[in-house]
């Protein structure tokens, strides 16, 4: 089993920044890829960004590419996402992810980003 924490959600103007933390602990061993997903009222979940444990392939959903970056301390089994440049439709609770090396996947409980116009 994997345990996910996440932390650094919150409130922002337009234009702003907020960095996410995700902290994993339990069955790390196995960690294939970490990644954020967020959800807005009324929608469906979405792909937000994600990085493979070995740092070399990183994915961004075009809305946020080169305004969020994702990284990640292989030590702690950390996985962090710096925003910046918020935006109002960036409001939502991400949601960490974790894939492990036998194709299981684990959630975060989700942190709320509300972005102010």
């Known amino acids: 089993q994997v345990q996910l924490v996440e932390s650094g959600g919150g409130l922002v103007q337009a234009g702003g920044s907020l960095s996410l933390s995700c902290a994993a602990s339990?069955?790390?061993?196995?960690?294939?890829?970490m990644g954020w997903f967020r959800q807005a009222p009324g929608k469906e979940r979405e792909f937000v960004a994600a990085m493979s444990w070995s740092g070399d392939i990183t994915n961004y959903a075009n809305s946020v590419k080169g305004r969020f970056t994702i990284s990640r301390d292989n030590v702690k089994n950390t996985v962090y996402l710096q925003m910046n440049s918020l935006k109002p439709e960036d409001t939502a609770v991400y949601y960490c992810n974790l894939d492990t090396d036998y194709s299981d996947s684990y959630w975060g409980q989700g942190t709320q980003v509300t972005v102010s116009s």
């Open positions: 339990g069955r790390t061993f196995s960690i294939h890829a």
